[in-house]
């Protein structure tokens, strides 16, 4: 597997590009090690704490983490890397099957899934639309209903477009993907200041305007009427029929908040069934410490970005006079 000129992506065999970190991050995560074992038993103390905190205001906790894409996908590598048939994700699970705590394994039913195809697109580090109807599916599987029939039988057409791994690259490569979309019964009913402001387009193509955006969805047509309060990533939370919209059209009430945090406040006030939460592998890295306010942060993130137009604003009117 040889680089590219971009720190922090690797390339494979035909194009595929693969996000390792700037400094290797992923072939440490990935090394059994003594750092790593310690790692891995700080997020079972973590979960275990969930889970006694979520039954104590009348929830399930549910805990997923998405494997990297190098580990689904290690036939298009051309060298070894370390441990890709045991990823890390894939050891915490173990550890977790010890607890109480509801998990739900993605590994399996996406290298399943990998049988009849690529799961991940080729140039980004996200799934394409097979990858989202396998974790979709394996996710109802674990909370105990059926696939809404109508997300599953998703129709879409070709698109291109150029996604993250591939605009790192110098010239920028595009990708041909299948834009797949379903009828959508639920209709989101709020959102917060910092969905709101990058709805508005001034902060597009600009990191850092994602962690602590929050969405609620209603669905009346939903077949169970369970509410959902679900803490994730890009994974679950982005435009377009990501993992937000999917369990939207199976539960009569999801609340998504991107944010590796949970806020039990914003639980405590919601009362959901279900808390669940979605992790990308690599940032198993960081164990969460929880003590985070959702709509504080959106808020004190906004403010930070309004202020600097509002004093241009405020010196073009000085001008003017």
């Known amino acids: 597997m040889s680089q590219t000129g971009v720190r922090g992506i690797a390339v494979g065999r035909d194009g595929w590009l ?4 700037r400094k290797n991050d992923l072939v440490d995560l990935y090394t059994e090690s003594a750092a790593t074992r310690r790692l891995l038993r700080r997020w079972v103390r973590l979960v275990e704490a969930r889970v006694r905190r979520a039954k104590a205001l009348g929830a399930t906790y549910v805990h997923a983490i998405v ?3 190098i580990a689904i996908h290690a036939d298009t590598l051309d060298r070894p890397f370390p441990n890709l048939n045991d990823p890390p ?4 699970g173990r550890l977790l099957a010890e607890t109480e705590a509801e998990r739900v394994d993605l590994y399996e039913p996406l ?9 991940y697109l080729q140039t980004d580090t996200h799934w394409n639309h097979r990858g989202y109807i396998a974790a979709y599916r394996a996710l109802c599987a674990a909370l105990g209903i059926a696939p809404a029939a109508h997300v599953v039988a998703a129709t879409g057409h070709i698109e291109h477009f150029v996604f993250d791994l591939g605009g790192k690259l110098s010239p920028p490569v595009d990708e041909a993907y299948f834009a797949h979309d379903f009828p959508r019964h639920a209709q989101r009913s709020e959102a917060n200041a910092l ?3 990058r709805e508005t387009g001034r902060v597009a193509g600009r990191g850092g305007f994602f962690v602590g955006s929050r969405a609620v969805m209603h669905n009346p047509e939903a077949a169970d009427p369970r509410r959902i309060v679900l ?5 679950v939370f ?5 993992l937000t919209a999917m369990l939207a059209e199976s539960f009569c009430e999801v609340h998504a908040i991107w944010s590796a945090e949970i806020d039990w406040a914003y639980v405590a006030a919601v009362k959901p069934d279900l808390v669940v939460y979605e992790i990308a ?13 959702v709509d504080a942060f959106a808020e004190s993130r906004v403010r930070r970005e309004l202020k600097p137009h509002l004093i241009d604003r405020l010196r073009r009117l000085l001008h003017l006079r």
């Open 231 to 235: 803490f994730g990533d890009s994974y």
């Open 18 to 21: 693969f996000w390792i970190g």
């Open 67 to 69: 494997p990297e894409k």
């Open 89 to 92: 994700g894939a050891r915490l």
């Open 238 to 242: 982005d435009q377009g029929p990501r």
């Open 195 to 197: 969905v709101h402001l």
């Open 281 to 293: 592998e690599r940032f198993l890295r960081r164990v969460p410490t929880d003590r985070f306010s």
């Open 111 to 119: 290298r399943a899934a990998r049988a009849e195809g690529p799961v």
